[in-house]
């Protein structure tokens, strides 16, 4: 018997459908929809293939050696994270500590060197988790609505990729985060909404100058949404 799946926002049982061989996607009449890993079954191996086809080595002209990930394979690690993700939003956990334990995997799943997440208290966005910067700004570094990358993402209600924030005026430098040691280059911000109200804002940043691929956007839209959920949950308990 297939175990019933349970909407995260209303609780009606949901529907689900296989997107491939490591997820499905799981929806409710409510609107809600969600992937969850589900993997099929398992598959032999073809015998003929040889182990060095099956290792992501490459070498460099250099003669090192580094890791290739192919888009499937960084697809299952980003499912596997998200995973781990989704039990800490629903566990007893205390928000803070969630939200400190959801940036730093994602920010290592991602490979990004800061991560931050920011919560609306209906006056400012306020820092409440960070991966890569100084701890010592969680609770003090706080934007207004349209004030900085991070507050411009939230008014203008879209996500907003910056290649290079060295060549963007509205970009806000907080003392508090220590940031200066990493020289940051490349920032996105994805807002966080319910609705028509504003929740927050997840910040990814790099040192170098990066671009991000259409699954990381995904991964980064989901991670979003949990966070909602967690704090959602939080509020009515």
């Known amino acids: 018997m ?33 992937y969850r890993s589900s993997p099929s079954m ?29 888009r499937a394979d960084r697809e299952r690690m980003e499912i596997i994270t998200l995973d781990e993700i989704s039990m800490l939003a629903s566990s007893d956990y205390d928000l803070g500590e969630v ?11 991602l ?43 939230v008014k203008e209600r879209h996500p907003m990729l910056v290649p290079d924030i060295s060549m963007d ?14 020289r940051i280059k490349t920032m996105y911000s994805y807002p966080i909404f319910s609705g ?3 929740f927050g804002v997840l910040n990814a940043q790099t040192v170098v100058l990066r671009e991000f691929k259409e699954d990381e956007i995904y991964f980064i839209s989901v991670v979003a949404n949990l966070i909602l959920g967690a704090v959602k949950m939080r509020k009515r308990l």
């Open 2 to 34: 297939e175990p019933v799946i349970r909407c995260r926002k209303c609780g009606k049982k949901m529907s689900s459908a296989r997107i491939d061989d490591y997820r499905i996607k799981v929806t409710c009449t409510c609107g809600f929809s969600e």
């Open 42 to 70: 398992s598959k032999a191996i073809n015998p003929h293939f040889s182990k060095e086809s099956l290792t992501p080595l490459k070498f460099d002209n250099t003669g090192q050696f580094y890791f290739e990930l192919q």
């Open 99 to 109: 939200l400190k334990n959801v940036v730093e995997r994602t920010a290592r799943r």
């Open 111 to 153: 490979g990004v060197d800061v991560c931050s997440i920011y919560l609306w208290d209906g006056e400012e966005l306020v820092m409440r988790g960070t991966y890569g910067l100084s701890q010592n700004a969680v609770g003090q570094a706080k934007l207004k609505m349209g004030e900085g990358i991070t507050g411009s993402a």
């Open 169 to 182: 005026p509205r970009y806000r430098y907080f003392p508090e985060t220590k940031e200066e040691q990493y």
């Open 196 to 198: 028509d109200e504003p």
